[in-house]
């Protein structure tokens, strides 16, 4: 019996019994949309192959079988098949055929049987091989391919950015003057609202503009903070290093923020017996990093107290520390603190609505920008110490 011809008379039956099984298979979901001859695909080729290995007339053509099933796996993997879904369609395949055929192979001898079940097993596995080989293949193509475009995106972005950075700088600088003047505006009106209650000894509802003014406040800190972060990063800001007398700069801070130390009952509390009575650095962004320390440790305190002790560590370093009694850094938090945008916050403690989480970000670099380093000493519930430690004359 010519189990090649009679394979060869079934071929078209055996496939289209084949795609209504994968049609019905639901663990094939790739092939929901696919038309008859996008699921068929290259599997003609395969029967031709496996019709030529069979016929005992013919020399087995292998070619033919890698070809066809190459292309059935290129041909999947742009389908967006999974690997699971490419190895069930050939097992559907193979039980089509058997269950096709079983009748007149069930008519040969023993030997033919068997024979031409382990020839049609081994094209078939021949042919699941070489689509997974290309399947693959594909795959890792498609995945370089991928990786290559993201390394671009990725360059581009960051040329964008960089492009960019003078804009944002220059949309913050334009978006300062309006906000200064609705501020001052807004100031100046519930001033007047103020007096004119007191006068006429009636309440005057004056609620809203309050609101404006601590959100327009807010907003103008938050401008203010990421103009000077983006300065930082871009490097232009530039240190002019001048002699600066300490105490009078730690003073001036502490008569700037005692107001608001003061609506919370806070004391601060200056030590500068130790301190070093001049020093070589720029005097601004000194004080800048005094400032956003001891105006961080009235926010995050409710009751006690802010201490600020300055002192002469050895011959070339001073150093000022910040501490107060506030609700402290967990451990897990304070190797970010640094970072821009962080804002400690948990289900028990959530951060304070006006925190931007640029100030400590812009201490740390300014702390750099000076030579510096600055530590964190902090405790739950017990409180923090910032201590920032630098050059008693900074290098131009």
């Known amino acids: 019996m010519d189990f090649s011809q009679l394979l060869a008379e079934n071929t078209n039956g055996i496939i289209a019994k084949?795609?209504?099984?994968?049609?019905?298979?639901?663990q094939i979901e790739s092939s929901d949309?696919?038309?008859?001859?996008?699921?068929?695909?290259?599997?003609?080729?395969?029967?031709k192959a496996m019709v030529k290995v069979l016929s005992p007339s013919q020399d087995g053509d292998i070619k033919s079988i890698v070809k066809a099933s190459w292309q059935h796996g290129l041909l999947r993997a742009e389908q967006g098949y999974d690997p699971s879904e490419i190895a069930r369609e050939y097992r559907l395949l193979r039980k089509v055929v058997f269950?096709?055929?079983e009748e007149d192979l069930l008519q040969g001898t023993p030997a033919e049987v068997v024979r031409y079940m382990r020839l049609i097993d081994a094209v078939i596995d021949e042919a699941i091989a070489r689509c997974f080989h290309s399947y693959v293949g594909e795959r890792l193509r498609e995945l370089q391919h991928l990786q290559a475009s993201l390394a671009l995106h990725n360059e581009e972005l960051t040329r964008l950015v960089n492009a960019n950075q003078d804009k944002l700088s220059q949309l913050a600088h334009e978006l300062k003057h309006p906000l200064t003047a609705i501020i001052g505006y807004s100031d100046l009106f519930l001033r007047q609202q103020e007096r004119q209650a007191i006068k006429k000894d009636t309440p005057v509802n004056i609620e809203h503009i309050e609101r404006v003014l601590r959100n327009g406040r807010h907003l103008l800190?938050?401008?203010?903070?990421?103009?000077e972060l983006s300065r930082y990063e871009a490097g232009k800001i530039q240190f002019q290093p001048a002699p600066v007398d300490i105490q009078e700069l730690i003073n001036n801070v502490c008569e700037m923020l005692e107001p608001l130390a003061a609506e919370k009952n806070l004391a601060i509390v200056v030590d500068l017996a130790d301190a070093p009575p001049e020093v070589i650095t720029d005097s601004f962004q000194l004080q800048q990093i005094v400032t956003n320390l001891v105006s961080n440790a009235i926010r995050?305190?409710?009751?006690?107290?802010?201490?600020i002790v300055c002192q002469v560590v050895d011959d070339h370093k001073w150093a000022i520390a910040v501490a107060d009694t506030g609700i402290g850094i967990p451990p897990k938090d304070q190797a970010k603190v640094f970072e821009p945008y962080y804002r400690v916050s948990s289900k028990e403690r959530p951060y304070l609505p006006d925190s931007t989480g640029l100030g400590l970000?812009?201490?740390?670099?300014?702390v750099k920008l000076l030579q510096g380093e600055i530590s964190l000493v902090s405790e739950v519930g017990v409180g923090s110490t910032f201590t920032v430690t630098l050059p008693l004359q900074i290098e131009s």
């Open 18 to 26: 084949w795609v209504l099984a994968v049609r019905e298979d639901r």
């Open 33 to 47: 949309d696919l038309s008859y001859t996008a699921i068929k695909n290259h599997i003609p080729d395969v029967f």
């Open 99 to 101: 269950d096709t055929l």
């Open 221 to 227: 800190r938050l401008i203010n903070d990421v103009l």
């Open 300 to 307: 995050y305190t409710e009751s006690g107290t802010i201490s």
């Open 361 to 366: 970000a812009i201490v740390s670099r300014l």
